[in-house]
């Protein structure tokens, strides 16, 4: 029996669930224009959302903490989740609130997106703290950006106070106060968030800062930090990227998984490699997200 099966490790995951509007088109229209669009379909999404059905396909016992509209995409988005294995008791619908939605337009090689957050402005503090007991117990919590910043600092004193790690992935880049930052055991932003949390200092300087904490995902080079002895790179492993959205939220799922089961950062950094270049392989951030035993059999 693997380490894996013996202990299924408690994630909790705070944070967004959205659904992805897509439209394809030859063309974005101009101001006051129409155009015949190619294809639509919707997607379910959300930072928060992503990450926990990543985790929970890692093979994690996920529990979301996060708020849907009273409208029939709060339902589906519900549905995705309950089909992935996350327990959703604490994602409760917002009356006479629409769901977060990502509008999206695919034209001309490019991508166009209005985010509304609409429900996911409710995750605040007061309903967060309900789940303060859920919060407590997970053996590790992981967190977004797309929720208001007075919850992510309510969460990071909950983790604190309670001795849970906090995995903070500050994406989307936006400030993030010292007291967040001192709070959480992990940071994981990309190049963008990084340079934008450390105020252009040296990215060195800043990872020796944080040794063993600050963790900067490189794209297809793979993740960089500093071991307390030296920067160290884990790179990423070579595959046909076909579409890369969602290979943060995977990497930072798969990480928090295999830290919660104990496994050294650098092992979990090998495993958030693997299982973030695996979801690039295939479209879609959910769609893309690789199961525990298709990563485990890419690792062998
Ligand atoms: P996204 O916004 O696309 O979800 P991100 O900007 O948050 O991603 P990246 O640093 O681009 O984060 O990628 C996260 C991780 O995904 C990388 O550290 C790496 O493990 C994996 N990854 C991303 N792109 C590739 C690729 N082309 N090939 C292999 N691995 C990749």
Redesign the pocket.
């Known amino acids: 029996m693997s380490a894996y099966t013996k202990k299924q490790p408690r994630v909790v995951v705070v944070g967004s669930c959205s659904m992805d509007l897509v439209v394809t088109s030859s063309r974005r229209p101009g101001a006051g224009e129409t155009v015949l669009g190619e294809s639509f379909k919707t997607v379910p999404g959300g930072k928060g959302a992503n990450q926990a059905v990543a985790a929970a396909r890692l093979g994690a016992d996920v529990s979301m903490i996060g708020r849907v509209g009273d409208d029939s995409l709060g339902q589906t988005i519900l549905d995705n989740l309950k089909q992935n294995g996350v327990c959703t008791d604490n994602v409760e619908p917002v009356t006479h609130c629409e769901s977060g939605t990502a509008h999206i337009i695919l034209a001309e090689g490019d991508n166009s997106i209005i985010v509304v957050e609409a429900a996911n402005r409710h995750v605040t503090p007061e309903y967060v703290e309900q789940a303060r007991a859920v919060i407590e117990q997970a053996d590790i919590v992981l967190i977004q950006q797309e929720i208001p910043a007075e919850t992510v600092l309510l969460v990071s004193r909950i983790c604190k106070q309670s001795g849970v790690p906090l995995l903070l992935?500050p994406?989307p880049a936006r400030p993030v106060e010292a007291e967040v930052i001192d709070n959480s055991a992990y940071l994981t932003p990309?190049?963008?968030?990084a340079s934008l949390l450390f105020d252009g200092a040296e990215l060195g300087e800043s990872l020796r800062k944080y040794p063993n904490r600050l963790i900067?995902?490189?794209?297809?080079?793979?993740?960089r930090y500093f071991d307390g002895q030296e920067e160290a790179v884990v790179p990423?492993?070579?595959?046909e990227?076909v579409d890369?959205?969602?290979?943060?939220?995977?990497?930072?799922a798969a990480f928090a998984v295999a830290l919660a089961e104990g496994k050294s950062i650098a092992d979990s950094l090998r495993f958030?490699?693997?299982?973030?270049?695996l979801?690039?392989t295939r479209f879609g951030?959910q769609g893309g997200m690789p199961k525990r035993a298709e990563v485990e059999e890419a690792l062998a």
């Open positions: 992935n994406a990309n190049e963008h968030e900067v995902t490189e794209g297809s080079r793979g993740a990423s492993y070579p595959v990227a890369t959205t969602g290979a943060g939220d995977t990497f930072n958030a490699n693997r299982a973030a270049s979801s690039v951030a």
